[in-house]
């Protein structure tokens, strides 16, 4: 099992930032990708952005590229999300993911183990 908890969101303003930050624990040697998903209402859970735990590679959705970095710190399991020029699109439920697949989990099914989700909102 691995658990994975968020923290960072919050109300902001178009065009500030916002950092989330997810801390894992437990099975983490299992998962080889870790990423963020969001979901707005009335809407599917997409993903944002996806890093891979030991090549470091990383994928973004095409509506964040540009304003949002994924990173990880291996050492601490966190897992971090730095998005900058926020739009109010961006406002949704933003989920920590972890993904045993070996490639880049693009949809939710990919996704093994999930976090609580934290809110993001961004006021016009």
């Known amino acids: 099992q691995v658990q994975l908890v968020e923290s960072g969101g919050g109300l902001v303003q178009a065009g500030g930032s916002l950092r989330l930050s997810c801390v894992a624990s437990g099975r983490t040697f299992n998962s080889y990708y870790m990423g963020w998903f969001r979901q707005a209402p009335g809407k599917e859970r997409d993903i944002v952005a996806a890093i891979n735990r030991s090549a470091g590679t990383t994928y973004y959705a095409d509506s964040v590229k540009g304003r949002f970095t994924i990173s990880i710190h291996n050492a601490k399991n966190t897992v971090y999300l730095q998005m900058n020029s926020l739009k109010p699109e961006d406002t949704a439920v933003y989920y920590c993911?972890?993904?045993?697949?070996?490639?880049?989990?693009?949809?939710?099914?990919?996704?093994?183990?999930w976090g609580q989700g934290t809110q993001v909102t961004v006021s016009s």
């Open positions: 993911a972890a993904a045993g697949i070996r490639r880049i989990p693009v949809r939710s099914g990919d996704i093994d183990y």
